[in-house]
């Protein structure tokens, strides 16, 4: 089983809403990842989570505000954002094992965001 | 830095016809991990292929085919007797190794590749 899961699919949320994006997966992998997708360009990567730890952020502002709960599960926060920031949000897994190498990343179907 | 190029934007080709999409990239690391994903419509990245720098076989999956060429720093993308569900963005990721830390998929910009019936 490669799946990865996010809800919403879609979210539509004013300026001044608080909302929450959700991932999970269960295939023991302990990397995790939002990226940030814009019509008609690559994946740009936001966060990364290795063994529940943030271990990488991409100066990503902090209207946005990663958690992960546990290996299975990661959320993102969503405050105060802008219309720019309209865009498909993406969360992959993958393998992760120390000083072993880059995995293939799994990616879920995405949520797409409307901020009015 | 790391840089992944696929030069060709939009291809478009007539069902059963054979298309090659183009990944160049550039790396000073020597060991290094080279990805292609498929994009359909529906937004989720399908993971195709992972290559090792110290692997240049070619492979073969199917109608899927991949030329590894570490002399030309190219990884390029071979559909043979394309078909309509082959309709979809085709990004090549470049990924350095990192001991102790996650290593980021430095991603091309993406190749359309719409398939007429």
């Known amino acids: 089983d490669t799946e990865v899961t996010q809800t919403p699919k879609h979210l539509v949320m004013g300026m001044t809403n608080k909302k929450s994006l959700k991932c999970e997966q269960h295939m023991g992998h302990r990397a995790m990842y939002w990226y940030k997708q814009k019509a008609k360009k690559p994946p740009e990567l936001m966060f990364v989570y290795s063994y529940e730890k943030l271990s990488i952020n991409e100066s990503v502002p902090s209207r946005f505000s990663p958690e992960c709960p546990n290996s299975s599960l990661l959320n993102l926060h969503l405050h105060a954002l802008q219309p720019e920031d309209s865009a498909l949000y993406l969360c992959?897994?993958?393998?992760?094992?120390?000083?072993?190498?880059?995995?293939?990343?799994?990616f879920g179907p995405g949520t797409r965001l409307t901020v009015t | 830095a790391q840089k992944v190029t696929q030069a060709q934007t939009e291809i478009s080709v007539v069902e059963k016809e054979d298309v090659t999409l183009d990944c160049v990239y550039e790396t000073r690391d020597t060991t290094y991990y080279l990805f292609w994903y498929k994009q359909p419509p529906s937004g989720e990245l399908v993971f195709l292929i992972r290559?090792?720098?110290?692997?240049?076989q070619n492979e073969i999956s199917g109608r899927y085919s991949w030329n590894f060429q570490k002399s030309t720093s190219s990884f390029n993308f071979t559909i043979t007797a394309s078909q309509v569900v082959d309709s979809a963005v085709y990004f090549c990721?470049?990924?350095?190794?990192?001991?102790?830390?996650?290593?980021?998929?430095?991603f091309g910009k993406g190749i359309t590749l719409s398939v007429r019936p």
């Open positions: 990721a470049l990924s350095e190794r990192r001991a102790g830390a996650n290593s980021k998929l430095t």
């Open positions: 290559r090792n720098s110290f692997d240049e």
């Open positions: 992959a897994s993958s393998p992760f094992r120390i000083g072993r190498g880059s995995y293939e990343q799994y």
